[in-house]
């Protein structure tokens, strides 16, 4: 049975880090390349960071570089999402993707709220 469970979310100051991670089980997880996304309340799903299957290649959401890093640990199966210097506009619900050429998996998502 294919998981990605992600957790990290949370509430945090406008400025301030989390570190999302995404635990996956049940596929080949080197095989797939890996993604966050997010959605805020009203918006459409929009692509946050990806990084390939062998993390050879990153790439990021313009409105996130330079203070998002994604990374991989294919010996865990599991991918992070370290975000610093937060805003309240990062606010979404934050969802692990796994894809290889047609096929896709999706998480749960975890709540990131950046508040004062």
């Known amino acids: 049975q294919v998981q990605l469970v992600e957790s990290g979310g949370g509430l945090v100051q406008p400025g301030g880090s989390l570190r999302l991670s995404c635990a996956a089980s049940?596929?080949?997880?080197?095989?797939?390349?890996m993604s966050w996304y997010r959605q805020a309340p009203g918006q459409e799903r929009e692509l946050v960071a990806g990084?390939?299957?062998?993390?050879?290649?990153?790439n990021y959401a313009d409105s996130v570089k330079g203070r998002f890093t994604i990374s991989r640990d294919n010996g865990k199966n599991t991918v992070y999402l370290q975000m610093n210097r937060l805003k309240p506009e990062d606010t979404a619900v934050y969802y692990c993707?796994?894809?290889?050429?047609?096929?896709?998996?999706w998480g749960q998502g975890t709540q990131v709220t950046v508040s004062s």
């Open positions: 993707n796994a894809a290889r050429r047609t096929r896709y998996y």
């Open positions: 990084i390939s299957s062998a993390a050879s290649d990153t």
């Open positions: 049940g596929f080949p997880f080197s095989d797939y390349a």
